[in-house]
């Protein structure tokens, strides 16, 4: 969601590129907070707008083209931020808490075969809040219970935390989360270093999950991370020519991913973004 210290960002940074882009797709005015992205299969890509729009999926081709649109009537879009499916399922990220002071986080699950059937769908609710958490919110220097990224990995969901803390300790948290519908206390399960230029420039603001390894975007660049020996080491970074509100990532394959942004005063409309990252 846009705030004053995004704008103030995309004034003052911008990166070299290092990420090549293959092609750009305007998306609708529809998808103006596009938010969500994923890979429902190999010729449809799923997506929703964030926080305060409609409970609503849109089915979209490669091109970014509305091919239909899909209500989940048993859900609220408080804040939607990212989403990801295993083999039947796919997971709605309920998720963003930018003054970190929300309650009832949830994650909503949605059945595939629905979804590829029906205008209306109904979602099961995976409800979590963050065993560290005491304070709602907690004070300027552990501001650390906003997330905007998750991957579904090894049977689990992973979320991926924002660092909103003042003085930023650089981190990412990440939180294991069960598939099945439930109440849960959640734990930091592990960390991974993203940078300490504040939430603006190093927050996570989506997640894909691709051969094992983790696809973590922010505004200016997406880090490539694997697993070694339990922890998330990184193998590349992509940087993009410019600072942008993107907000969602999905991989087609190691050859080919998809990035949206949302519409933003500064830096244009909503976009589609192929790229192809330089060997």
């Not at 699950?109 to 995976?126: P, Q």
């Not at 650390?144 to 579904?152: H, P, R, V």
């Not at 930023?168 to 592990?190: A, Q, W």
């Not at 949206?260 to 909503?270: F, Q, R």
């Amino acid at each position: 969601m846009k705030t004053l210290a995004v704008i103030i960002g995309f004034l003052l940074l911008g990166a070299s590129a290092s990420a090549q882009l293959i092609k750009n797709y305007d998306l609708s005015k529809s998808l103006a907070e596009i938010s969500g992205l994923e890979l429902l299969n190999d010729t449809t890509l799923i997506a929703f707008n964030d926080g305060g729009g409609k409970s609503r999926l849109y089915l979209l081709t490669l091109k970014g083209e509305i091919i239909r649109k899909v209500d989940v009537l048993n859900a609220k879009n408080k804040d939607w931020e990212d989403i990801t499916i295993d083999d039947k399922f796919i997971y709605i990220g309920d998720i963003g808490n930018n003054e970190n002071k929300r309650l009832g986080l949830k994650i909503y699950k949605v059945a595939i075969k629905d979804v590829l059937k029906k205008s209306e769908v109904s979602a099961k609710t995976i409800k979590f809040n963050y065993g560290e958490q005491r304070s709602f919110p907690p004070v300027s220097d552990s501001m650390y219970f906003d997330a905007e990224g998750m991957a579904f990995y090894n049977d689990s969901i992973w979320l991926f935390t924002k660092d909103r803390s003042n003085p930023s300790k650089g981190n990412t948290r990440i939180y294991k989360i069960p598939t099945s519908p439930g109440d849960y206390t959640v734990y930091c399960s592990g960390y991974t270093f993203i940078g300490k230029n504040g939430w603006w420039r190093d927050g996570i603001t989506a997640v894909d999950q691709y051969n094992d390894r983790f696809y973590l975007l922010t505004y200016d660049r997406y880090i490539v991370k694997k697993l070694i020996n339990g922890k998330l080491v990184t193998v590349k970074t992509f940087k993009f020519n410019s600072m942008s509100q993107r907000e969602s990532i999905v991989v087609l394959n190691k050859d080919s991913i998809f990035v949206a942004d949302e519409k933003n005063p500064l830096v244009g409309e909503m976009k589609l973004y192929n790229i192809c990252p330089k060997k």
